[in-house]
């Protein structure tokens, strides 16, 4: 059966047309705040895709509340509106963080009176140090190097309006930061980035999927986000270059090309492996697929169909 059945396919030029012209155009500041983001962000594609998204993700924010207010008055008590929590997936490189962050601001534009906090699931893999007593220091990114029970904990206390501390993976130190958490306090929006978003642990009384309003999985062919991860890579060594606390200061050492294979033995070994296994067959799970091509345009949009 074809993956895409339960979805409508959505060109850009319709989709960008989809809510044009009940979107205010951008500020300066906001333009500048989306360039400090990741400065090749295109801001067409923010204009053209991103708001409208941001419109959609309004619909469901009113239609979380108007059930809130249904259910309060079928139990005549008074229901607080859960926070909206959204999940965003895909692969290691995609763009997932980009487009989270990308969500988040143009959220807290679209609701200044809201909190709109932002984590990803990295926080919940194991520490290296867990990971090596595991066994599974070369698993790193596969379902079961992350605490998916803590997760589904986490995202309960959430929804439950429960102030909560989550740790912090670091990209530099490649490990989970000792003695530094990140805290969550009852916000009306969560962004949940992560490659395992969509997959489905459960523990005997709650599934994950039970906590997402709404998700978006981000897609490209996979010979582009192995270009996307072979360039972050590059960009980390430059960012490691004098700083001998971070993780890919070592491969500053080698010779070039010992690292250009090294980097591409690890997407072919771990992360592409990871895609194929694990997360793309979760991209039929999400409400809305982003499609990227060539320089992480945006050419389709699929929507769930219901
Ligand atoms: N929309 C975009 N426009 C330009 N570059 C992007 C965009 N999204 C991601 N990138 C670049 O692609 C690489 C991977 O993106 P990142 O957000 O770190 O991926 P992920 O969180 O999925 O691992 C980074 O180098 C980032 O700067
Ligand atoms: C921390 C990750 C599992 C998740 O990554 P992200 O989507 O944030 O890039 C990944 O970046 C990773 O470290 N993968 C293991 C193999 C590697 O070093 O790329």
Redesign the pocket.
């Known amino acids: 059966m074809n993956e895409f059945i339960n979805f409508d396919e959505i060109s850009r030029e319709t989709w960008q047309n989809l809510y044009k012209t009940s979107i205010a155009p951008l500020t300066h500041d906001e333009l500048e705040s989306i360039r400090s983001l990741?400065d090749?962000?295109?801001l067409k594609?923010v204009q053209d895709v991103y708001l409208p998204l941001v419109h959609l993700l309004r619909l469901y924010k009113k239609n979380l509340e108007d059930m809130s207010f249904s259910k309060g008055l079928f139990l005549q008590k008074i229901v607080k509106t859960p926070p909206l929590i959204i999940g965003i997936s895909?692969?290691?490189?995609?763009?997932?963080?980009?487009?989270a962050r990308l969500v988040q601001l143009l959220l807290s534009r679209a609701f200044p009176k809201l909190s709109v906090e932002l984590v990803t699931t990295d926080g919940f893999l194991y520490t290296t140090d867990d990971l090596k007593n595991r066994g599974i220091l070369d698993r790193k990114g596969f379902p079961e190097s992350y605490d998916m029970e803590r997760l589904l904990a986490f995202l309960y206390h959430v929804k439950n309006g429960e102030k909560c501390e989550i740790p912090i993976y670091s990209h530099e130190t490649y490990d989970i930061l000792p003695d530094q958490v990140q805290t969550i306090d009852s916000p009306d929006i969560l962004i949940v980035e992560g490659i395992n978003v969509l997959q489905n642990p459960q523990n005997q009384m709650l599934y994950i999927s039970d906590f997402y309003d709404f998700s978006i999985y981000?897609d490209a062919e996979e010979e582009l986000i192995e270009k996307?991860y072979l360039?972050?890579f590059d960009?980390l060594l430059k960012l490691a270059k004098y700083d001998t606390t971070n993780f890919y200061h070592q491969f500053t050492k080698m010779p070039v090309s010992k690292v250009v294979n090294l980097a591409k033995e690890t997407w072919a070994r771990v992360n592409r492996i990871n895609l194929k296994e694990y997360i793309e067959p979760t991209r039929n799970r999400a409400e809305v697929i982003l499609h990227k091509s060539e320089n992480?345009y945006v050419d389709k949009i699929y929507l769930k169909k219901f």
């Open positions: 990741n090749e962000i295109s594609d895909g692969s290691v490189a995609v763009g997932k963080s980009t487009t981000v996307w360039e972050r960009s992480h």
